[in-house]
T-cell receptor
């Protein structure tokens, strides 16, 4: 149980285009999902907290207009990187927390490369 | 915000050896999780352990919440244990430590 999927697993796009990443909790409902970013050889940094049916809460320094988050249902959150640039290239990981507690379950990540 | 420190930053072991990885954190929390990040980037949940002791095969973990630290024990290490181990703490959201890179040599 407690499986989280992400799609796509990797994406290459041209500078200036937008990319959407989906995060799904497959076997549980998640009122809260989280989006993290990881650069090579570094730790995970929280970008935003996504709550079903309400606006996302962004961490300091994260541009909300660039990283659009939508949490449309209890099993799906999406992250859209708008007008992507090479510096947005990174590994994006989502997690989901079930209704019962604090434990988070992580997706396999999406590797974004912007040319 | 919460500060999370992991030590040592790097660890090299011979196969079969035991090891202890440490995580110190600066505030009381409701969530502490240990992860192993595999070469493809997937975070593997090892333990959800805000307090107490748990064991899973060759791995065990102990969190002493009152003293704000957690320990991950790996016994009889194998080459497949190599990778980065993260400790993450928090309540609603998690703060990750910088990770411990473990290399197990055959």
């Amino acid at each position: 149980g407690a499986v989280v999927s992400q799609h796509p697993s990797w994406v290459i796009c041209k500078s200036g285009t937008s990319v959407k990443i989906e995060c799904r909790s497959l076997d549980f409902q998640a009122t809260t999902m989280f989006w993290y970013r990881q650069f090579p050889k570094q730790s995970l940094m929280l970008m935003a907290t996504s709550n079903e049916g309400s606006k996302a809460t962004y961490e300091q320094g994260v541009e909300k207009d660039k990283f659009l988050i939508n949490h449309a249902s209890l099993t799906l959150s999406t992250l859209t990187v708008t007008s992507a640039h090479p510096e947005d290239s990174s590994f994006y990981i989502c997690s989901a927390r079930n209704l019962q507690g604090y434990e988070q379950f992580f997706g396999p990540g999406t590797r974004l490369t912007v040319l | 915000g919460i500060q999370v420190e992991q030590s040592p930053p790097d660890l090299i072991l011979q196969e079969g050896a035991n090891s202890t990885l440490r995580c110190n954190f600066s505030d009381s929390v409701n969530n502490l999780q240990w992860f192993h990040q595999n070469p493809w980037g997937q975070l593997i949940n090892l333990f959800y352990i805000p307090s107490g002791t748990k064991q899973n095969g060759r791995l065990s973990a102990t969190t002493v919440a009152t003293e704000r630290y957690s320990l991950l024990y790996i016994s009889s290490s194998q080459t497949t244990d190599s990778g980065v181990y993260f400790c993450a703490v928090g309540d609603g959201k998690l703060t990750f430590g910088k990770g411990i890179t473990l290399s197990v040599r055959p």
